[in-house]
């Protein structure tokens, strides 16, 4: 055989070859070839970032109620001391301040519709502002001001809030809640510093990460009593 006639069968297989191999290589990475796979973009290239509250676990659970001021002719305002508990169910350390304020109340009529953020009434933000912050902002979280809490670990502390309440179920009082068992979340303010939070979660990253933004707390049941005894505490009615 001619060496003309060899190179030309030699060229024929690699053309045959191409064309089969090619549909196969097609296939091979529809199934997900590790090795074709590594050549496509990061699923999570664009993604958004995730929520900052994220495993920032809280649960709060009301304690019976120490104290009701009248709020005009229609309503009053209950007191309710609340045992809250700051949970990490996150892998990493998180960095809480010891800080930590209620700065909304969530009533919904279930825990569904707090879940799905359908609330009876929602009180105003009331933030707070800490300002001795001079000794807290060192290379490391200082004890005084701030925790740092492993996996699974806890940080719990007690606040009263003061929730209003008509006392006529089917009455309409602007800013109050029905009187009856309802479900109850809170808003808690993570940051009451005026120094911006983002220097300080770079600096402070090696011991865990800094929880700046509000978090929602678990629902859980209240009971809202109709018409209780009440003090005259100089409060104006909504």
Same mark, same amino acid.
């Given at each position: 055989?001619?060496?003309?006639?060899?190179?030309?069968?030699?060229?024929?297989?690699?053309?045959?070859?191409? *064309?089969?191999?090619?549909?196969?290589?097609?296939?091979?990475?529809?199934?997900?070839?590790?090795?074709?796979?590594?050549?496509?973009?990061? *699923?999570?290239?664009?993604?958004?970032?995730?929520?900052?509250?994220?495993?920032?676990?809280?649960?709060?659970?009301?304690?019976?109620?120490?104290?009701?001021? *009248?709020? @005009?002719?229609? @309503?009053?305002?209950?007191?309710?001391?609340?045992?809250?508990?700051?949970?990490?169910?996150?892998?990493?350390?998180?960095?809480?301040?010891? +800080?930590?304020?209620?700065?909304?109340?969530?009533?919904? =009529?279930?825990?569904?519709?707090?879940?799905?953020?359908?609330?009876?009434?929602?009180?105003?933000?009331?933030?707070?502002?800490?300002?001795?912050? *001079? @000794? !807290? +902002?060192?290379?490391?979280?200082?004890?005084? %001001? +701030?925790?740092?809490? =492993?996996? $699974?670990?806890?940080?719990? +502390?007690? %606040?009263?809030?003061?929730?209003?309440?008509? !006392? $006529?179920?089917?009455?309409?009082?602007?800013?109050?809640?029905?009187?009856?068992?309802?479900?109850?979340?809170?808003?808690?303010?993570?940051?009451p510093f005026f120094r911006e939070s983002s220097g300080i979660?770079?600096?402070? !990253?090696?011991?865990?990460?800094?929880?700046?933004?509000?978090?929602?707390?678990?629902?859980?049941?209240?009971?809202?009593?109709?018409?209780?005894?009440?003090?005259?505490?100089?409060?104006?009615?909504?």
């Open positions: 055989m001619k060496a003309s006639d060899i190179r030309a069968k030699i060229i024929l297989i690699a053309v045959l070859l191409a *064309a089969f191999a090619g549909p196969w290589r097609q296939e091979t990475a529809v199934a997900g070839s590790p090795a074709t796979l590594e050549q496509q973009p990061s *699923a999570s290239a664009g993604a958004a970032p995730s929520d900052p509250s994220a495993g920032v676990e809280i649960t709060a659970q009301a304690l019976p109620a120490n104290k009701f001021c *009248a709020l @005009g002719a229609d @309503g009053y305002v209950v007191y309710v001391p609340l045992d809250i508990t700051v949970a990490n169910g996150r892998r990493t350390p998180i960095i809480l301040t010891r +800080f930590l304020h209620i700065q909304r109340v969530l009533l919904g =009529k279930t825990t569904e519709d707090i879940l799905a953020q359908k609330y009876e009434l929602a009180t105003p933000v009331r933030a707070y502002r800490s300002f001795g912050e *001079a @000794g !807290n +902002f060192g290379p490391s979280p200082s004890d005084d %001001a +701030f925790v740092v809490l =492993k996996h $699974n670990q806890t940080y719990e +502390f007690t %606040a009263v809030e003061g929730i209003p309440v008509r !006392n $006529n179920p089917s009455a309409k009082v602007a800013g109050t809640a029905y009187p009856g068992q309802l479900a109850m979340s809170i808003e808690i303010q993570t940051w979660r770079r600096d402070w !990253n090696s011991f865990g990460d800094l929880i700046s933004t509000p978090v929602i707390s678990y629902p859980t049941l209240i009971k809202l009593v109709a018409n209780p005894t009440v003090e005259k505490c100089g409060l104006l009615a909504p």
